[in-house]
């Protein structure tokens, strides 16, 4: 059995209309999912799923924490995480998911939401994440002054008149012809 075996839901083999699950999202399963931003973190993860005519809406509820790595220092930092989002499944041939309505092949009317749920919480990151000691105004070195300054002087240089020297040159290069 996969590690994350457990994150199946079984859509055909509803028992009601409504059916409710719970998972925690702990280490193993960050380590099992192997997404790129979060490697480990625990959530509280609830679904309701809801049978409507033809079309299946599931709800995810996520609250707790993750880490993720500081834009700054690269240290891990704790984000927390308190989300609910939708996922919309039917039944179809073959697997698709468009971003909006993931189809499941019909003869199987199973989905393992594993991987949504590690999207999900990943979409919570914010785009620019840092520790709050790293969020202070950036102090230049001396060192990144003067690059900065050579920076300036060399644009400058080459927006200004052209080297006397090469100008002599292109006369000597036309009269030759
Ligand atoms: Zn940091």
Not at 77 to 97: E, H, R, W, Y
Not at 115 to 141: G, K, M, T
């Amino acid at each position: 059995m996969g590690k994350l075996d457990g994150y199946k839901v079984d859509l055909k083999g509803m028992s009601s209309d409504t059916v409710s699950y719970r998972w925690q999202a702990d280490n193993d399963f960050f380590s099992a999912v192997q997404g790129p931003e979060i490697k480990h973190g625990l959530l509280d993860v609830a679904l309701r799923v809801k049978q409507t005519s033809g079309a299946y809406e599931l709800d995810f509820q996520l609250k707790g924490e993750v880490e993720v790595a500081c834009d700054r220092c690269l240290e891990p930092m704790s984000q927390p995480i308190d989300a609910q989002s939708t996922l919309k499944v039917v039944m179809g041939d073959d697997f698709a998911d468009d971003g909006e309505v993931v189809t499941i092949p019909e003869k199987d009317g199973t989905i393992n939401v594993a991987w949504n749920i590690y999207e999900f919480a990943a979409l919570q990151i914010p785009l620019r994440h840092v520790h709050d000691e790293c969020e202070l105004p950036p102090s230049n070195s001396p060192e990144e002054e003067r690059t900065e300054a050579f920076h300036r002087e060399g644009l400058d240089g080459a927006e200004s008149a052209t080297d006397p020297r090469w100008d002599e040159l292109k006369k000597i290069v036309k009269n030759s012809k």
